[in-house]
C-alpha cells in the first residue's frame, strides 16, 4: 500500500460515511423531568419482554480466523498500474505483520454474549533499503512458553462477557514484547498516515466565520445518559520491554529498557467508577543489541520499584485520586549519562537551516532617508486586532464562575526516593553520593481553583571512601534530640480569583494590584544547614569531572578500573593464603566453589563481600542505617611461618603486623596492611615497612648487602615517577643497607650506601650518592639525592602509634633541576662536558651529573636579537637570584635575569626567568628607560617576540618605575610596573605639541614569576563591514586613513587638545558623514548618501583605550523611525539647536538620524503650528499633545526590535497597543521562594578543623506600617522600630500579669500606637505590623508583556571557626552609624530587582529596571585563616605544575593582537537594551593580621602565608604585608541608562569597573604602590572620579517592581564623604579609615608615617584624646599651607630638579589633603575617645561555636550542645585537659550556669566560671581510675564513691569524705550523665 492508496482509501471511507447524515445542533438540552419519564416507559417494555421469553437459547455462534495479515507501505503514489516488485522494495516504508488472529463467540436468546478473540503475535518490521543489514525487527512477541500444555503463549488473550441484564465483563492478558522506538522512523510513519484526506475537486469559496462564543451552560443536563449496567475490565500486561537505543545503526549499540508488570481493574457502575492500577517490578536497565554483551550488563538505572493508582470517581462528585509510591531508587553514572545524552540527542530532528551570509546580497539603500508611505510597509503597530463585543466576554465570566464545588481530591506520596551518583564504569560502579527524598502532596479542585500542599523532605550524603562510610551533605534539623528529621521544603500552588482590574486607593497614590491568577510557594522554615569537607570537595570535584567528560566526548571513560570492589596485592616476597571461609570475603567470580587461594609473589587477587553477592539495596535513611555497621575482615594465613592474621579493611590507613620471627642482630619480621582507595575501589597492599619513591625520569635499579656481608642481590625496579615496594628478605638484613644504580648498564652500583634504618636516630637524613660511569673516559659520574622519611602508623588491629610501627619511604631525587620560564630556548652545557643540550621554553631538565658545590654550568639564551647571551655559575645551596648574561659579540651589552631557587624537596631547583616581557603593539618604534637614564632599551614595532626588560640587581627586588619614549616624544613620568591586573595610560609629549597616549596593561604570567607589560595605543579604530572605510580628523590636512575590511588599525590624532572629531567615508567614494566626537562612550548612526546608506558608530572609552568601531549599516540602527498615523495633522520635527526643519505628512514615515552627532542629540517636533514638544529618543513613552481645543493627537515611543519608532496617531487604541503598557495588568504566575537560613560549614576532617561558616539568616523584629486600605507595607526607620519593640515588649510583660496597659500609648513623644487595634494615630493614621524578614527572599512574576524578579538575602556572614582566630568574623555588614538611625529604615545586606519587557514583535530584551544594591561589609583575615583556606583548596596529592602549558597560555596573552584586543570590548551578540542599570557602590572595610596560625604551624612561630604564588608576587615587587586596620576600599557605583549591550559587554564591563578599582585601591591604601592614573579610577567614558560616583550604601534605595511601576521616587546620593565631613556621632573606625586612604593620597611618605605614630599612640583619657584631635586638625592645615614652598626645595634637594617638580606636584596635592586628612583625624581622635571612654562594643560575634570532631574522625550533624561543652573543656584552665581528654558530655549543676559537670573519656570534671574575670576554673576532677565503685545515682543526685578521701591543700582546704556528689536539677539529667560516665569508663577499660 502506498501513500497515494492510503490516502484514496481514507477519503472513499470519508465520503461514505458522511452520505445521509442529518446536521444536528452541536448541542441539545433535554429537560429533566422528560429524561425520568423515558427511563420509566423503558423499564415497563423491559419487564414485558422478559414476561414473553422464557427458554434460553444460543440465537447466534461465530467464529473468524486469520492465519497471516501482512501489509506493506511503500512511498509514493500508486504501484497497481507498474507493478514492479524492484521498484516496490526500492520505496519500501515498513512491513506489519498479525499471525492467527482468531475472533469466536456465541449471543444467546436473553442477550447475553460470550466471546473469545486471541492474537499470536504482531511484527513490526523496519523495511527501508538503506536498513538492510541493520536492526529492522521493531516489534515482536517475546519467546513465552505459555504454562497449560507447552507451546508459546498468544501476545494478545480478551475475554468478554455480557450478562442478560447487560453487565459486561472484559478481561485482556497482553504477554511480553519487545518494542524499539525509534523516533526517527516513528516520524516517518507519522508522515505517511498525515496525508491530506480532503476532496481535490474544487469547493465553494469559503466565507469567512465568525468564531462562535464559548459559552458554558449552568444547571443544565447535557445529552449523556449514564449507564444503568455494571462494568469491569481486567487488564495485565506482562513485562514488556519498551528499549530506547542511543545508535539504530549499530549492531552492538547500547540503550536502555523499561520493563514493568502492569494490573489494571475498571469498574464503573451507576453510582461510581472506581480505578485500580498497580506498576510492579518497574525497572529500567541498561540494554545491548548485541545478546553475548547483554548478559555482562548487570547495572541499575532504576531499580525495581512498585506504583499504585487508585481513582474513586462518584457520580456528580469530585474524583478522589490516590497515588502511592514506594522505595525508588535511582542509580546515576557516567556512563548512564552518556547514554542518555545520546538517546537524546537521537530524538533531536536534523532540519537544514539557510545560511544568509553578508556578502551574498549587498542591500542597495540609496533611498533610506526618502519619506515613504507606511501603508506598503506593513508595521505591525499599525494593525488592528477585530474587537468583539465586552458584553460576551462578562457573560462568559459569569458563567464559568458558577461551577460547582466537586471537591477533587488527588493524594500523591512517595515514602523514600533515593538517587545516587556513582563513579565508574559499565557494571562496576560505586555510589559517591546520594540524596535521599521523601514527598506527600495533595491537589485540590483541579477543575476550578485549584490548589496544591505539599511536603519535600532532604537528606544528602557523599561516601567517604577513606571511612567507607556516607557524610551529611545536607544535615538533619534538631541534632541535639533524638528525634532528629530531615530538612523539609513546603511547596504550595493557588489558583486565584479573577478580580477586577487594578484600583486606586482613597488616597489616589496607591494602587491595588490583582493577585496573579497562579501562585507558587516554596517555603522552608528550618535552616538550611550544608557541609562540605574537604573529601566532599574532592568527591564533588571527580564526578563533575566524570560527568562532563560522559555528556561533552560522547565516550566511555577510559580509566583502567579493577573488575571489583577489593584488590589484594601481595609485594612482601612471601606466599600468601587467603583464607575466604573465615573472613568476609569471596573470590570474585567464583563465589561458592572455593574457600582459599594462594597468592604468590607479586601477585594479586580480586575478591568481593559474602553480602555483596546478594543484591546491594538502600533502605530508609542510609545516615541513620549505618551506625551499627560492623567493619569487614579479611583473614590470611604466611605459608612459611603458618601465621593466620586478621585484617580489618573498611577504612583507609596503614597498619603494621608483627611476625614470630626474628634475624640478626634481633629484628623482629613484621609487615605492613596498606588500604588505598581510588574512585571507590579499595586495594589491600601487602608490603613491607620500607619502600622507595623514585622521583627521577629514569629507571633505577635496588639492591640490598645479603647475610654474606660482602655481596649485593637485586631486589627490583624503581620505575620513573613510582613507588617500589622492597620485600621482607631485603628489608630484614643484618646492615639495613640499600644500594642504587641506574638502570642504562652505563654506571656502577653507588658506592656509599643509604642505611634506612639511621632513619630512626635522624629523621632528616640525606645522602648524595655518587654511581660512576663504567668507563671512566666516557661521561660523567651520576648523583642521586637520596631523602628518608618516617611515619608512624596503626600498631595491627588497636588504635596506637608505636616505635615498632614505623614505616620508612626512601626518596631518589636529582642533585639540581634547570627550568627555562623564558620566551626562547636557552642551551646549558656542564662544565667537563663537551655537550651542549638544548632547553625548549617551558621544559625543565634534571641535571643529573651535577654535583653541588663542585660542578660550574653554562648558560646560553639564545639568538635573542640577532645575540647569543652567556653566563657562568657555580652551582651551589646559596645562590645569587640574579644571573647577569653578557653578550658573544658585545662585551658591553648585558641582560639580568631571574635565577628562583627552591630547595624545597631537598635538591636545587633552578628556574631561568626574566621579570617583565614588553610587547609592542603601537606599530611604533618604544624606548624604555630605568632609574639608571644611560639604561635604555629600544623597542622596534616588527618585533613579535617579547622584549626582556629587567633592573639592575640592588632595584631588582623592589618598587620598580619606568619611563616611556615613543619614536622622538619626550620622556614619560615615570609608572609603575609591579601593579599586576591593573590598567591605564601613559602620555609621551612632543615638542610640536602632539601627544601620544599609550595604553598599558600590566599581566602576571601563569607561574607569577613574570609580568606581561602590553603597550597598544589608545585609540584604536576597528573596521567590522565587509568594506574599506577611510577617516579623517577634522582640523588636521593629514591625508585619509584607510581601515581594511574587518581590520583593526591604530589612531594617532593630531589636534588632541582641540575638538576631537573625525569624519568617515566608504573607501572608492567621496561622500563624506558629518563629523563626530570620540572623547566620550556612545552610539550613532552617520547618514551617507550613497548606496550604502550609513555607517554606525560606536565608541568605547576606557581606562587604558578608546575603540571606534565602524560598521555597515543595516536594518534598525537608524536613530529614529518616525510614523505619522494620522488622519490630517502633518508634523514638523527637527533637531534641536539645528534650524532646517522637515515635514511628514499623514500616512508618511521616514527614518531619520541626527543631522549633527555632536551637537544635542534631541528631536524637537510639532503639529499644527503649537508649542514643540522635545524627545530624546532613549526612552520610551506616550503622551498626548493637543493641537487645537477640539484635536489631539497621541505619540508613542516604543522599540521595535533595535529600532527606536517615534508614533503620531489620533487612535488612543492604537497608541495603547503600540506602547504595550504592561504596568498595570495581572500576572499570569507568581513564584514566592522563602528560606528561613541557610548555612554552610566548609571543614577540613583530615586536620579535623572547621575553617568557615558561613550564614545567610533571618532579621531581627521588624515594625511595619502600611495605609488603612494599602496592600503594601513599608517598614519604619532603625530608631522608630527599637521604640516600638521596647514598648510592646512591656506591653506584653502587662498582659502576661494581667495589669491592664493603657489602651494608646504614646511613644518618643512622636508615636501614638494600640498595639491591641495593631494601629498607629500618630503622626500619620496607618495599620502596623510586627514581622521578620527570612534569610532569603525572591519573587518572580510573569506578565503578558513583561517579567519581574525582586530577591533580598537579609543578612550574610562568614565566620572564622579556627580556634586561634585573630578575627572570628571574616565578613559581616557593618552596622548603620548611630547619627543615621533615625533616618534610615533596615536594609537587607543585598537586594536585586530586575524588570524584563517582552515583545512578542521582538527578540531583544528591554530591561525597564535592573538594580541591585550591596550594603557595606568588613572583611577581617589573618594569615592562619588564609593557610587553611588554602590547604582546605588543595588536593592532598597536588597535581606537578605543567609549566609549558602555563608559557604556553603566557604566549597567547603577549601575541594577542589588536583586533583580539578591540574584540574583548566590542563584543558580537544578540544586544539588550537597559532602560536603568545600576548596581551600586561597594565600601569594603579591610583588616589584616599577620598573626593566627592554621594547625600545620606552629603557634610559637610568626606565620608564613602556605602559598608560593602570593609570596613571590610579594617577593617580585620589594612589598612585605604588615598589619592593617580597617581600611576602607570605596569602589564607585556602575550605572548605565538607555543603552544597548550584549551580555558578554555587560559582564566584562561589570567585572573590570570594579575589579579595576579594587586592584588599585588596594596596591594604594594597602601595599603602597603607585598606579598609573587615578588610584581610584575614572569611571568609564564619564570622566569623573569616585567622589562624584559614590553614596553611602545605606542610603540606597531599591524599588520593588510594583513601587516602579507606580512610579514612586526613591533614593538619595550623598557625595564623598558626605556622611563624616564634621558630623557628629560617626563611628570612629568609618573616620579613621577615610583619614587613612586620604593621607595615602598625599604622596608624602614621611607625612603618612608621622601620622601612623601619632594615630597609633592611645590617649591616656577623654582630655587628651580631644586636645590630640585639636592638634592634627591645626598641624594639618599648617603642613598643608607650608609644603606647597617646602617640598619643592625637599625635593630638589634628593632627586635635583626633577626631584624640585615632584616636589612641586606633592605640595599642591598636600594643599588639598592635608588639612582634610587634618579635619578627619580630629573627627577620628575625638569620637575615639568618646568611644573608649563609653565603652561601647559593637564587635560582631560568631553564628555558633566550632563544631565538635569525635575521636573516630566521622563527620556528623552539627551538634551545638556538644560544640559549647567541647568549647568549655578547651578554655578550661588554657586547654590543659583538652590536650589529654576528648569531650563526651556536659550538664549544668546550677540553675545560672555558672557551674557546670564535664565528662570526658578519662575522667569527670566540676568547673566553675569566675565572677570578676569570667575565666573557668576546675574545682575538683576525678579519673575512671580513682573510682571505688561504678557511680550510681542517689536522691541527693549522682555519688561518685573514691579510692581515697582527697588530700588538703596547703593544710587548709580539702575535704575528709570519700566521694563526691554532683546534684543536678533533674533526676533525668543525673541518670543521661551517668549514662555517658559508664560508656567513658567501658571503652577506657
Not at 467 to 496: A, F, Y
Not at 1800 to 1822: E, H, L, Y
Request: one cysteine or more; hydrophobic letters at 40%.
Amino acid at each position: 500500500m502506498s501513500e497515494e492508496d492510503y490516502s484514496m482509501l481514507m477519503l472513499v471511507v470519508n465520503e461514505n460515511l458522511s452520505e445521509g447524515q442529518i446536521s444536528a445542533p452541536s448541542s441539545m438540552l433535554i429537560k429533566e423531568e422528560n429524561v425520568t419519564e423515558a427511563l420509566a416507559g423503558l423499564a415497563v417494555i423491559l419487564e414485558d419482554e422478559g414476561a414473553v421469553q422464557e427458554r434460553i437459547f444460543t440465537k447466534i455462534k461465530f467464529l473468524f480466523e486469520m492465519e497471516c495479515l501482512k501489509v506493506q507501505l511503500c512511498h509514493g503514489s500508486s504501484f497497481l498500474e507498474e507493478k514492479l516488485p524492484e521498484k516496490r522494495l526500492a520505496c519500501s516504508l515498513a512491513t506489519f505483520q498479525l499471525s492467527k488472529l482468531s475472533i469466536a463467540g456465541r449471543m444467546q436468546s436473553d442477550s447475553s454474549l460470550e466471546a473469545n478473540i486471541y492474537l499470536v503475535n504482531c511484527i513490526l518490521d523496519d523495511s527501508r533499503p538503506s536498513r538492510i543489514g541493520l536492526l529492522t525487527r521493531l516489534m515482536e512477541r517475546k519467546s513465552v512458553v505459555s504454562m497449560r500444555g507447552g507451546g508459546y503463549r498468544n501476545m494478545v488473550d480478551l475475554d468478554f462477557d455480557q450478562k442478560s441484564n447487560g453487565d459486561k465483563s472484559i478481561q485482556v492478558n497482553i504477554v511480553n514484547f519487545k518494542l524499539v522506538l525509534s523516533i526517527e522512523y516513528l516520524i516517518s510513519l507519522a508522515n505517511f498516515f498525515a496525508v491530506d484526506k480532503k476532496p481535490k475537486h474544487p469547493t465553494a469559496a469559503t466565507q469567512p466565520v465568525k468564531t462562535e462564543k464559548k459559552t458554558k451552560a449552568v444547571k443544565s443536563y447535557e445529552v449523556a445518559v449514564l449507564p444503568s449496567t455494571n462494568t469491569k475490565l481486567k487488564l495485565k500486561l506482562d513485562q514488556p520491554d519498551i528499549i530506547l537505543l542511543e545508535n539504530m545503526n549499530d549492531s552492538n549499540s547500547l540503550g536502555i529498557v523499561l520493563n514493568n508488570e502492569m494490573d489494571l481493574s475498571v469498574v464503573i457502575n451507576p453510582d461510581k467508577m472506581i480505578v485500580a492500577v498497580t506498576f510492579s517490578n518497574l525497572q529500567l536497565l541498561p540494554y545491548c543489541c548485541n545478546l553475548q554483551k547483554q548478559l555482562d550488563l548487570d547495572a541499575e538505572i532504576l531499580s525495581p520499584t512498585t506504583i499504585t493508582v487508585l481513582v474513586n470517581a462518584p457520580t456528580g462528585k469530585g474524583m478522589h485520586i490516590d497515588v502511592n509510591m514506594r522505595e525508588i531508587i535511582i542509580h546515576i553514572s557516567p556512563d548512564t549519562i552518556r547514554l542518555l545524552t545520546a538517546i537524546s540527542n537521537s530524538f533531536a530532528v536534523n532540519s537544514v537551516l539557510e545560511e544568509h551570509t553578508g556578502n551574498s546580497v549587498i542591500n542597495d539603500y540609496s533611498n533610506l532617508w526618502q519619506v515613504k508611505p507606511w501603508k506598503d510597509e506593513g508595521f505591525w503597530f499599525i494593525k488592528t486586532e477585530l474587537a468583539e463585543e465586552a458584553l460576551n466576554f462578562l457573560e462568559e465570566e459569569v458563567a464559568v464562575l458558577e461551577v460547582t464545588d466537586l471537591q477533587e481530591l488527588l493524594i500523591v506520596e512517595i515514602k523514600t526516593m533515593i538517587i545516587i551518583l556513582e563513579a565508574g564504569v559499565g557494571t562496576t560502579t560505586v555510589p559517591m553520593m546520594l540524596l535521599e527524598l521523601s514527598f506527600t502532596g495533595e491537589v485540590r479542585d483541579w477543575s476550578a481553583l485549584l490548589s496544591v500542599g505539599s511536603s519535600l523532605s532532604v537528606e544528602a550524603a557523599y561516601y567517604n571512601e577513606k571511612l567507607s562510610i556516607w557524610e551529611p551533605l545536607i544535615e538533619t534539623v534538631d541534632g541535639q534530640n533524638k528525634d532528629c528529621r530531615s530538612w523539609e521544603l513546603i511547596v504550595e500552588m493557588h489558583k486565584n480569583d479573577e478580580t477586577n482590574g487594578p484600583l486606586l486607593g482613597d488616597d489616589l497614590d496607591e494602587v491595588h494590584f490583582q493577585a496573579a491568577a497562579m501562585t507558587f510557594n516554596v517555603i522552608s522554615q528550618d535552616n538550611l544547614e550544608l557541609t562540605v569537607t574537604k573529601t566532599a570537595l574532592t568527591v564533588i570535584t571527580s564526578l563533575a569531572k566524570a560527568f562532563g567528560e560522559a555528556v561533552s566526548k560522547q565516550v566511555q571513560l577510559k580509566k583502567e578500573l579493577p573488575p571489583s570492589a577489593y584488590t589484594v596485592r601481595n609485594y612482601t616476597g612471601l606466599d600468601i593464603t587467603l583464607l575466604f571461609d573465615k573472613g568476609d570475603f569471596l573470590l570474585f567470580e567464583k563465589t561458592d566453589e572455593i574457600s582459599e587461594v594462594v597468592l604468590e609473589r607479586e601477585a594479586y587477587a580480586s575478591l568481593i563481600l559474602k553480602q555483596a553477592a546478594q543484591k546491594k539495596s538502600f533502605g530508609k535513611s542510609v545516615l541513620k542505617e549505618q551506625e551499627s555497621k560492623e567493619e569487614h575482615c579479611l583473614v590470611i594465613k604466611l605459608n612459611n611461618m603458618n601465621v593466620i592474621r586478621e585484617l580489618y579493611v573498611t577504612k583507609t590507613n596503614n597498619r603494621y603486623f608483627q611476625l614470630p620471627h626474628r634475624t640478626y642482630p634481633g629484628d623482629q619480621w613484621g609487615f605492613v596492611v596498606d588500604v588505598s582507595t581510588d574512585y571507590g575501589y579499595k586495594t589491600i597492599t601487602l608490603r613491607s615497612h620500607v619502600q622507595v619513591h623514585n622521583h627521577l625520569t629514569i629507571p633505577v635499579e635496588v639492591y640490598y648487602m645479603t647475610d654474606r656481608g660482602n655481596e649485593v642481590d637485586f631486589c627490583g625496579v624503581a620505575k620513573p615517577k613510582s613507588l617500589l615496594n622492597l620485600p621482607l628478605n631485603a628489608v630484614y638484613t643484618p646492615t639495613n643497607e640499600l644500594f642504587f644504580r641506574p638502570k642504562d648498564n652505563g654506571h656502577t652500583i653507588s658506592i656509599v650506601p643509604f642505611v634506612w634504618k639511621e632513619l630512626l636516630k635522624d629523621p632528616n637524613l640525606r645522602n648524595v650518592l655518587q654511581c660512576n660511569p663504567r668507563d671512566r673516559n666516557d661521561g660523567l659520574p651520576l648523583f642521586i639525592n637520596v631523602i628518608g622519611e618516617i611515619e608512624q602508623v596503626y600498631f595491627e588491629n588497636s588504635q596506637k602509634k608505636t616505635i615498632a610501627s614505623t614505616c620508612y619511604v626512601i626518596h631518589l631525587y636529582p642533585t639540581a633541576v634547570l627550568c627555562n620560564l623564558l620566551p626562547l630556548p636557552i642551551a646549558y652545557t656542564l662544565k667537563g662536558t663537551n655537550e651542549e643540550l638544548l632547553l625548549r621554553s617551558g621544559d625543565t631538565t634534571e641535571l643529573l651529573t651535577a654535583q653541588i658545590n663542585a660542578t660550574t654550568i653554562i648558560l646560553t639564551v639564545v639568538n635573542y636579537q640577532g645575540q647569543n647571551y652567556v653566563c657562568s655559575k657555580h652551582l651551589k645551596t646559596q645562590m645569587e637570584e640574579v644571573w647577569t648574561f653578557e653578550a658573544v659579540d658585545q662585551k658591553k651589552a648585558t641582560l639580568d635575569l631571574g635565577a628562583h631557587i627552591q630547595c624545597d624537596s631537598g635538591f636545587i631547583q633552578i628556574s631561568i626567568y626574566c621579570p617583565f616581557w614588553m610587547m609592542n603593539k603601537t606599530s611604533l618604534q618604544l624606548s624604555y628607560r630605568t632609574d639608571d637614564s644611560t639604561n635604555v632599551i629600544l623597542h622596534a614595532p616588527e618585533l613579535t617576540e617579547p622584549v626582556l626588560f629587567s633592573f639592575r640587581p640592588k632595584v631588582f627586588f623592589s618598587k620598580k618605575k619606568v619611563n616611556l619614549k615613543v619614536e622622538k616624544s619626550e620622556w614619560s613620568e615615570k609608572f609603575s610596573l609591579d601593579t599586576v591586573g591593573s590598567s591605564g595610560t601613559v602620555t609621551c609629549n612632543t615638542r610640536n605639541g602632539v601627544s601620544y597616549e599609550i595604553g598599558v596593561k600590566i599581566h602576571l604570567s601563569g607561574l607569577g614569576l613574570s609580568k606581561i607589560v602590553v603597550f597598544s595605543p589608545f585609540y584604536l579604530l576597528v573596521n567590522k563591514a565587509n568594506f574599506d572605510v577611510e577617516v579623517h580628523e577634522t582640523l588636521s590636512e593629514n591625508a585619509w586613513v584607510t581601515v581594511s575590511a574587518l581590520q583593526c588599525v591604530p589612531f594617532w590624532p593630531k589636534y588632541q587638545n582641540k575638538k576631537k572629531e573625525i569624519m568617515l567615508r566608504v573607501a572608492g567614494t567621496t561622500e563624506t558623514t558629518k563629523a563626530f566626537t570620540y572623547q566620550n562612550m556612545h552610539s550613532v548612526l552617520l547618514a551617507l548618501d550613497n548606496s550604502r546608506g550609513g555607517l554606525c558608530v560606536d565608541c568605547y572609552v576606557m581606562e587604558s583605550s578608546t575603540i571606534i568601531t565602524i560598521d555597515a549599516y543595516v536594518d534598525g540602527l537608524a536613530a529614529v523611525r518616525l510614523v505619522n498615523h494620522c488622519l490630517t495633522q502633518s508634523i514638523e520635527y527637527h533637531q534641536s539647536g539645528l534650524k532646517d526643519i522637515f515635514s511628514l505628512k499623514p500616512g508618511e514615515f521616514q527614518l531619520y538620524t541626527w543631522d549633527e552627532p555632536s551637537a544635542v542629540q534631541e528631536l524637537v517636533w510639532s503639529a499644527g503650528g503649537n508649542e514643540p514638544q522635545k524627545n530624546s529618543l532613549v526612552v520610551d513613552g506616550i503622551g498626548e499633545y493637543k493641537v487645537f481645543h477640539d484635536v489631539t493627537i497621541y505619540w508613542v515611543s516604543f522599540l521595535d526590535g533595535i529600532q527606536r519608532v517615534l508614533l503620531f496617531t489620533d487612535d488612543l487604541a492604537l497608541a495603547t497597543t503600540a506602547q504595550c503598557a504592561g504596568e498595570l495588568e495581572r500576572a499570569d504566575q507568581e513564584v514566592n521562594l522563602n528560606f528561613f537560613g541557610i548555612g554552610l560549614s566548609l571543614v577540613d576532617d583530615c586536620l579535623k578543623k572547621e575553617v568557615i561558616y558561613l550564614t545567610i539568616t533571618s532579621s531581627g523584629i521588624v515594625w511595619e506600617f502600611s495605609k488603612l486600605n494599602g496592600q503594601r507595607y513599608k517598614p519604619f526607620n532603625v530608631k522608630e522600630c527599637q521604640v516600638l519593640e521596647s514598648a510592646y515588649q512591656k506591653y506584653i510583660l502587662d498582659v502576661k500579669l494581667n495589669k491592664k496597659p493603657k489602651k494608646r500609648l504614646v511613644l518618643d513623644g512622636k508615636l501614638e500606637v494600640d498595639f491591641q487595634e495593631e494601629t498607629m494615630f500618630r503622626p500619620h493614621h496607618k495599620r502596623i505590623r510586627r514581622t521578620f524578614q527570612s534569610g532569603f527572599w525572591a519573587q518572580f512574576k510573569t506578565f503578558p508583556h513583561q517579567l519581574q524578579l525582586h530577591t533580598k538575602i537579609n543578612r550574610l556572614q562568614i565566620d572564622n571557626q579556627l580556634e586561634d582566630a585573630v578575627f572570628p568574623t571574616v565578613l559581616a555588614p557593618v552596622p548603620i552609624p548611630k547619627s543615621m538611625v533615625s533616618d534610615t529604615t533596615p536594609k537587607p545586606f543585598t537586594e536585586a530587582s530586575i524588570i524584563l519587557r517582552k515583545n512578542e514583535h521582538s527578540t531583544v530584551k528591554q530591561y525597564k529596571y535592573f538594580k541591585i544594591l550591596i550594603q557595606e561589609f568588613h572583611v577581617k583575615v589573618d594569615q592562619g585563616f588564609i593557610n587553611a583556606m588554602i590547604t582546605l583548596f588543595t588536593p592532598e596529592k597536588p597535581k606537578e605544575t605543567d609549566k609549558l602549558e602555563h608559557i604556553k597560555l603566557d604566549f597567547k596573552i603577549a601575541h594577542t593582537d589588536l583586533k583580539e584586543l578591540a574584540s574583548i570590548t566590542a563584543s558580537q551578540g544578540q544586544k539588550n537594551f537597559y532602560d536603568l542599570l545600576h548596581f551600586s557602590p561597594l565600601k569594603v572595610h579591610i583588616s589584616f593580621s599577620m598573626q593566627g596560625s592554621s594547625s600545620l604551624d606552629d603557634p610559637k612561630t610568626p606565620t608564613q602565608i602556605h602559598s608560593d604564588f602570593i609570596n613571590l608576587l610579594l617577593q617580585s615587587v620589594g612589598v612585605t604585608l604588615t598589619e592593617i586596620h580597617d581600611v576602607v576600599f570605596k569602589l564607585a557605583f556602575f550605572e548605565r541608562e538607555h543603552v544597548f549591550m550584549t551580555q558578554q559587554q555587560l559582564t566584562s564591563k561589570v567585572v573590570s569597573h570594579y575589579t579595576e578599582q579594587g586592584v588599585k585601591q588596594l596596591y594604594v591604601l594597602v601595599l603602597g604602590l603607585d598606579v598609573i592614573g587615578n588610584p581610584f579610577g575614572l569611571v568609564t567614558g564619564i570622566g569623573r572620579g569616585v567622589e562624584d560616583l559614590f553614596y553611602e550604601p545605606f542610603q540606597g534605595a531599591i524599588q520593588g517592581p510594583e513601587e516602579f511601576a507606580e512610579g514612586l521616587a526613591l533614593g538619595m546620593k550623598s557625595l564623598f564623604g558626605h556622611a563624616v565631613g564634621g558630623a557628629a556621632g560617626v563611628v570612629s573606625r568609618i573616620t579613621g579609615t577615610l583619614g587613612k586612604g586620604v593621607a595615602a593620597l598625599t604622596l608624602d611618605d614621611e607625612y603618612q608615617r608621622n601620622r601612623r605614630e601619632a594615630m597609633n599612640r592611645k590617649p591616656a583619657n577623654i582630655q587628651e584624646g580631644l586636645a590630640r584631635g585639636g592638634k592634627s586638625l591645626v598641624l594639618g592645615v599648617f603642613d598643608g599651607v607650608t609644603g606647597v614652598f617646602v617640598k619643592p626645595v625637599e625635593g630638589a634637594k634628593e632627586e635635583g630638579v626633577e626631584g624640585f617638580f615632584k616636589g612641586v606636584g606633592k605640595g599642591m596635592v598636600g594643599l588639598i589633603t592635608r588639612p582634610t586628612s587634618g579635619v578627619i583625624d580630629f573627627a577620628s581622635g575625638s569620637f575615639d575617645a568618646v568611644k573608649r571612654a563609653a565603652e561601647i562594643n559593637e564587635e560582631t560575634h560568631r553564628i555558633r561555636p566550632p563544631r565538635y570532631f569525635y575521636p573516630d574522625g566521622i563527620m556528623r550533624a552539627y551538634n551545638r550542645y556538644e560544640a559549647e561543652g567541647n568549647r568549655l573543656l578547651k578554655e578550661l584552665e588554657k586547654g590543659k585537659f583538652a590536650v589529654t581528654d576528648h569531650y563526651i558530655a556536659h550538664a549544668k549543676v546550677t540553675q545560672d550556669g555558672k557551674s557546670v559537670c564535664i565528662v570526658t573519656d578519662n575522667r569527670v570534671i566540676m568547673v566553675s566560671k569566675g565572677d570578676i574575670f569570667g575565666q573557668w576554673n576546675c574545682d575538683w576532677q576525678i579519673t575512671w581510675g580513682e573510682l571505688k565503685e561504678p557511680p550510681r545515682v542517689t536522691e541527693k543526685g549522682l555519688q561518685l564513691m573514691l579510692k581515697e578521701s582527697k588530700k588538703k591543700v596547703l593544710g587548709l582546704f580539702g575535704s575528709s569524705h570519700s566521694g563526691r556528689v554532683l546534684s543536678f536539677n533533674s533526676l533525668e539529667i543525673s541518670n543521661w550523665i551517668l549514662d555517658k560516665i559508664e560508656v567513658s569508663r567501658k571503652k577506657s577499660g
